[in-house]
């Protein structure tokens, strides 16, 4: 065995579970990780080459072989191709003389699409060799190859810093923040540390009804109500649990938590601690997208200086027999990772396919002990409620959703960026504090929320009526309808994990069907298909992404029907005549899914 994979193994304690760290530190030594690595990693950590090999083939950012000595991974997202990303693309691929998806003759330079990179606000924005550089423009690309060429290193090519924590030591950052509004909860004044005081008084099952009392609900888009969650997982059985925190972010149009880990990572670690104590558990585990990776050691600075104050490790905040500590599990490129079970499978080393639940993972989680997995925006409102009281969190918001919100705006508007308000404003409301250019549709909740036209601009941003996760991406009148809905489609057949056959195949015949209405050559029926098929979606894939992916289809049907029925030519027969559930027949006659056909 090569010292230099042994000792990466070693470094991470021959555990299985902690592949993907050991993939990451190989990629960054070597650029890949070579068949050899692999036989070798098998071997030292006692697991199946196929167990290896199916776990470094999943995720975006790892390879077999070797790639550019410059990677660049330009984003793809909607809102990058709103802000130019096609010029930028083309620019690289001259001046590197290679195409996307390909090394450069030379072995200098790999170009590769990738999805939101979690800098809508900046956009067009590309990673090279981990470093973040935003708004690029086609000059920039011929300085940054040029420079390459010459033998600069990428953060020689680093000309400005982003305000706030970008610009320290520890980050070094060309990001810029975009914090366009302050609210009462999550951007409010805090001292770190402030809620452990009153913590230190509280038994766990206080908190718990702490938090139950504030009726907060979970900031990932789903909305279960926080407290009952962590009162789930102090009823399983095994008394070993653990606290995962979701900081993935991969959904196109969100970029918060970005901001969040920036300005105020002590907030959401000091979260970290009251959910840990509260449910009991032993480890908190921030999952982390490896977008973000630039801001590792600033993270890792604020957990040592929790370590020192005694807010981590033993008897946490003076509180005895509280044992605890936080460490960060950094992703690889995989959307689906947001979905809490495939977070878990991750952080155990493997495939991020998600589970069948039941059971949830309260019950049987990490390691299968009982994990609460909660957002990165939840756990920073904890603290607040902690400190300042259920009651006072309830003040604010509507009767059936409490708090602020924070919105990642971006697309077709003068102020891109992050917004704290009270729930309860409305799109329209939203549209003008953003200041909107020319809006014709709101993305709401990213790809897989829901796309509205004016029609529903005065409808309120509440679980009530239209929840979110944040990402709201706005869409100008000059925008193509059925251009935004294929860029959509598209990122859902990257990011399937695959797993589930409709969300394998459905997803592109609805794009292809798509296109094809794109091309002028769709029928009426085109539109009946998509309609019954995207309700199929939502029936036969067992998580949020397969259910989801036909969203912005039928949303867009249903509130921009003219935009598709503007493509449909009259009196032509574009007719396929394909029948999916003909098609489908024999194999379900197989399985017996369907006796009657």
């Given at each position: ?32 990780v ?5 036989a ?10 196929v ?8 995720y ?7 790639r ?31 195409q ?23 956009e ?15 000059y ?39 914090l ?56 399983a ?17 969100t ?5 969040i ?37 600033h ?20 509180i ?21 079970t ?19 993972p ?7 002990k ?39 705006i ?17 799109i ?7 200041g ?27 679980y ?48 292809n ?19 019954h ?25 249903e ?16 007719d ?22």
């Amino acid at each position: 065995m090569s010292s230099q994979v042994q000792s990466i193994v070693d470094k991470f304690g021959n555990d299985a579970t902690r592949l993907m760290d050991i993939f990451i530190d190989i990629s960054k030594d070597k650029g890949h990780v070579g068949e050899e690595d692999i036989a070798e990693i098998a071997d030292q950590l006692n697991i199946s080459r196929v167990d290896v090999e199916q776990t470094l083939s999943f995720y975006h950012f790892f390879s077999k072989e070797p790639r550019g000595k410059y990677n660049i991974y330009l984003n793809n997202s909607l809102v990058a191709e709103f802000m130019g990303r096609e010029e930028v693309a083309d620019a690289f691929e001259k001046a590197t003389g290679t195409q996307f998806g390909s090394v450069s003759e030379d072995g200098l330079f790999g170009l590769y699409d990738t999805s939101c990179i979690g800098m809508n606000d900046q956009e067009p924005a590309a990673i090279i060799n981990g470093v973040v550089f935003p708004k690029i423009t086609t000059y920039r690309v011929k300085e940054l190859i040029k420079a390459f060429r010459a033998g600069k290193t990428v953060t020689e090519m680093v000309n400005s810093f982003g305000g706030g924590q970008n610009q320290s030591a520890l980050i070094k950052s060309m990001v810029t923040n975009n914090l366009n509004r302050r609210g009462a909860v999550i951007f409010s004044d805090h001292t770190a540390g402030n809620s452990f005081i009153k913590l230190g008084s509280m038994k766990p099952k206080e908190v718990i009804e702490e938090v139950k009392n504030s009726n907060i609900r979970g900031r990932g888009g789903a909305g279960f109500p926080t407290g009952l969650k962590w009162e789930f997982c102090t009823r399983a059985g095994n008394k070993e649990r653990y606290l995962l925190c979701n900081a993935d972010e991969g959904e196109p149009g969100t970029f918060k938590d970005r901001v969040i880990l920036t300005e105020i990572p002590h907030l959401l670690f000091e979260g970290m601690v009251i959910a840990g104590y509260a449910i009991g558990a032993k480890e908190g585990i921030l999952y982390l997208r490896l977008e973000y990776e630039y801001l590792q050691n600033h993270l890792e600075t604020i957990l040592d200086d929790f370590r020192k104050k005694g807010w981590l490790g033993k008897n946490v905040a003076g509180i005895d027999g509280f044992n605890y500590d936080i460490r960060i599990q950094f992703g690889a490129g995989a959307y689906v990772c947001g979905e809490e079970t495939a977070l878990i499978e991750s952080c155990e080393g493997k495939r991020g396919e998600p589970r069948n639940r039941p059971p949830f993972p309260v019950s049987v989680g990490y390691l299968d002990k009982p994990t609460v997995v909660n957002n990165v925006e939840t756990l920073c409102s904890v603290v607040k409620i902690i400190q300042n009281g259920g009651e006072w969190y309830k003040s604010m918001g509507t009767k059936e959703t409490s708090g602020t919100k924070l919105l990642s705006i971006s697309g077709d508007v003068r102020y891109p960026g992050v917004f704290e308000i009270e729930w309860g404003m409305t799109i329209r409301e939203m549209l003008e504090m953003a200041g909107a250019i020319d809006p014709k549709a709101v993305q709401v909740g990213g790809p897989s929320g829901r796309l509205i036209g004016e029609n529903e601009f005065d409808r309120t941003i509440c679980y009530e009526d239209l929840p979110t996760g944040g990402a709201m991406i706005i869409i100008g009148q000059n925008r193509s309808i059925l251009d935004v809905i294929k860029n959509f489609t598209e990122f859902f057949i990257e990011e399937s994990c695959g797993s589930c056959a409709p969300c394998r195949y459905l997803t592109v015949i609805l794009r292809n069907r798509l296109q094809k209405i794109i091309d002028g050559k769709g029928v009426a029926k085109d539109l009946e298909d998509l309609a019954h098929w995207g309700k199929q979606m939502k029936m036969a894939n067992r998580c949020g992404l397969g259910q989801t992916a036909a969203n912005p289809i039928l949303s867009g049907l249903e509130n921009f029907i003219q935009d598709f029925e503007a493509k449909i030519e009259k009196g032509k027969d574009f007719d396929t005549k394909f029948d999916l559930d003909k098609a489908i027949q024999e194999s379900s006659r197989a399985v017996g899914r369907f006796p009657q056909a």
